[in-house]
């Protein structure tokens, strides 16, 4: 084989990959983060960005954690990666008394944690300007997720 014809096959495999390419995408199984998001609410994204890292208010939302809260009004999915169950858990909501139960449910977790953070600041008071830091910041998640509410709710 001389090298015209090692160009000509290898231009040929090049084309067939990019036609695979493209026919792979067509059912979208290969879009970006931001073209699978189109249909996502900015109210979820917002949320997901203020309220799920613990950096932010001062919880870990875990997978478990969105099951149970999932649990609790009678909804139930796998686990999976986290922003794809928080996408799960949200998705069922249609109206605002839907919402109103969700951030309901956030706020008991959140209160939860809030409780075993002050549980654990009576056991170990050296670090209680740790936990209380992380309180605030759970209570003012707690006051995004209301405000949040009113802005895209009522």
């Not at 067509?26 to 799920?52: H, K, V, W």
């Not at 139930?76 to 794809?84: G, M």
């Amino acid at each position: 084989m001389d090298m015209k014809d090692l160009n000509e096959l290898r231009g040929e495999f090049e084309q067939l990959q990019r036609q695979n390419m493209q026919s792979d995408c067509e059912d979208g199984s290969c879009m970006t983060d931001d073209q699978s998001r189109e249909d996502y609410p900015d109210y979820l994204a917002a949320i997901f960005t203020e309220i799920m890292p613990p950096v932010k208010s001062g919880i870990y939302i875990s997978r478990w954690d969105l099951k149970s809260m999932a649990g609790e009004l009678d909804e139930s999915f796998a686990l999976d990666v986290r922003e794809r169950m928080f996408q799960k858990f949200m998705q069922w909501i249609g109206t605002p008394d839907d919402m109103k139960l969700v951030i309901e449910q956030f706020h008991n977790n959140i209160n939860a944690k809030c409780d075993m953070y002050k549980e654990y600041s009576l056991k170990y008071p050296s670090s209680k300007y740790i936990f209380d830091a992380k309180i605030e910041k759970a209570q003012s998640a707690k006051k995004y997720l209301d405000k949040v509410y009113i802005e895209f709710f009522t």
